[in-house]
């Protein structure tokens, strides 16, 4: 495994990050402790989950699967990077949103903070992340409520989901005028092949603020993972948003040309859309979400995969960036 600095900070995390939204809905829990244990054995030691991961009336149950995990022993707490999120709605009453159980005002994150660290079984998170903006509530008061939980000893970095660039900025000039505060050190965005706009503003405000960028859904909900080789050699098919986009024809022609050049290669997709990541300026690592120890495996592959310049510049011709503002959208 390689591994790198999450942003401008001393901390050193892997250069692939497991994600654990699956643990529960998807992969049961002996399967999840399975997979945390091989990502560990192969050298990664970031691991992103958020409060509402599992979902519905189990919205908390991947933070507790983790939880059980650490309780096994074997060190495992000490050699994780531990990232969670808060502001979805938590509330008990299921979908309706009882007041002050979701967002980010100081008694939201406060409530949150313990809860999390109650399910995860440990006594503080390494990286709190905000799962979402919130329009209504000022960063002086998220940043009291962030100073206060630091020195408590519960949290020790903060970064962000989801954030425009605008955000990213108010956020840690709103954390350079407290003083003391260390601010945003991260951010989790929606970047891959498919979606390139991140590039426009997102990642120069996280490299101008000095926040590590970890991309999420880096196959574009599995549309760079060989789905229409899939689909010809009889197994699963395209679903949800990939099952979408190759609806249309212009966009099933992009995707066939991008599994024809890896192809040509010798490249498998979902590889190759990782090791792509890895080259880009800004990236500490996209999150992974392995359902199965099958795919984890092919994951680890892509952090030794070298892309050749021809392949990279193919890429780019399949899948043109805007480029970063304001020569995006202004001349």
Same mark, same amino acid.
């Given at each position: 495994?390689?591994?790198?600095?999450?942003?401008?900070?001393?901390?050193?995390?892997?250069?692939?990050? %497991?994600?654990?939204?699956?643990?529960?809905?998807?992969? #049961?829990?002996?399967? &999840?402790?399975?997979?945390?244990?091989?990502?560990?054995?192969?050298?990664? !030691?970031?691991?992103?989950?958020? !409060?509402?991961?599992?979902?519905?009336?189990?919205?908390?149950?991947?933070?507790?699967?983790?939880?059980?995990?650490?309780?096994?022993? $074997?060190?495992?707490?000490?050699? /994780? /990077?531990?990232?969670?999120?808060?502001? +979805? @709605?938590?509330?008990?009453?299921?979908?309706?949103?009882?007041?002050?159980?979701?967002?980010?005002?100081?008694?939201?994150?406060?409530?949150?903070?313990?809860?999390? %660290?109650?399910?995860?079984?440990? #006594?503080?998170?390494?990286?709190?992340?905000?799962?979402?903006?919130?329009? !209504?509530?000022?960063?002086?008061?998220?940043?009291? =409520?962030? #100073?206060?939980? /630091?020195?408590?000893?519960?949290? %020790?970095?903060?970064? &962000?989901?989801?954030?425009?660039?605008? *955000?990213?900025?108010?956020?840690?000039?709103?954390?350079?005028?407290?003083?003391?505060?260390?601010?945003?050190?991260?951010?989790?965005?929606?970047? @891959?092949?498919?979606?390139?706009? =991140?590039?426009?503003? /997102?990642?120069?405000? =996280?490299?101008?603020?000095?926040?590590?960028?970890?991309?999420?859904?880096?196959?574009?909900?599995?549309?760079?993972?060989?789905?229409?080789?899939?689909?010809?050699?009889?197994?699963?098919?395209?679903? $949800?948003?990939?099952?979408?986009? %190759?609806?249309?024809?212009?966009?099933?022609?992009?995707?066939?040309?991008?599994?024809?050049?890896?192809? *040509?290669?010798?490249?498998?997709? $979902?590889?190759?859309?990782? =090791?792509?990541?890895?080259?880009?300026? +800004?990236?500490?690592?996209?999150?992974?979400?392995?359902?199965?120890?099958?795919?984890?495996?092919?994951?680890?592959?892509?952090?030794?995969?070298?892309?050749?310049?021809?392949?990279?510049?193919?890429?780019?011709?399949?899948?043109?960036?805007?480029?970063?503002?304001?020569?995006?959208?202004?001349?």
């Amino acid at each position: 495994m390689k591994y790198t600095q999450l942003g401008r900070t001393g901390l050193e995390v892997s250069r692939l990050v %497991l994600g654990t939204m699956n643990f529960g809905p998807q992969t #049961d829990e002996a399967d &999840s402790h399975a997979i945390m244990d091989a990502a560990l054995d192969a050298g990664i !030691n970031f691991f992103d989950t958020a !409060n509402v991961y599992g979902w519905g009336e189990n919205k908390g149950r991947t933070e507790s699967i983790i939880g059980n995990w650490f309780a096994t022993g $074997g060190e495992r707490r000490d050699k /994780v /990077v531990l990232a969670t999120k808060v502001y +979805g @709605n938590m509330s008990p009453d299921g979908a309706g949103a009882w007041p002050n159980h979701h967002k980010l005002s100081a008694l939201n994150i406060r409530r949150a903070v313990d809860a999390s %660290l109650k399910r995860l079984q440990t #006594d503080y998170i390494d990286v709190y992340q905000f799962h979402h903006i919130d329009r !209504n509530t000022p960063f002086e008061e998220i940043w009291q =409520a962030i #100073d206060t939980l /630091v020195q408590q000893g519960k949290i %020790l970095y903060v970064g &962000s989901s989801n954030f425009p660039g605008y *955000k990213i900025a108010q956020a840690n000039e709103a954390a350079a005028r407290r003083g003391g505060t260390i601010g945003l050190v991260s951010e989790q965005c929606l970047y @891959n092949l498919c979606e390139r706009r =991140a590039e426009m503003e /997102v990642i120069p405000a =996280a490299q101008d603020y000095g926040l590590g960028v970890i991309p999420w859904s880096p196959l574009h909900g599995g549309l760079l993972g060989g789905v229409i080789k899939k689909e010809v050699q009889g197994g699963r098919r395209a679903s $949800g948003r990939a099952a979408d986009t %190759l609806a249309d024809p212009t966009r099933r022609a992009q995707i066939q040309s991008y599994e024809d050049l890896l192809d *040509k290669h010798g490249l498998e997709p $979902g590889e190759a859309a990782l =090791a792509w990541l890895l080259t880009r300026p +800004g990236v500490t690592g996209p999150i992974v979400g392995p359902r199965t120890a099958d795919q984890l495996e092919s994951a680890l592959r892509a952090v030794e995969l070298e892309l050749s310049d021809e392949v990279l510049s193919g890429l780019d011709e399949i899948f043109p960036t805007a480029g970063p503002s304001p020569e995006a959208f202004a001349w």
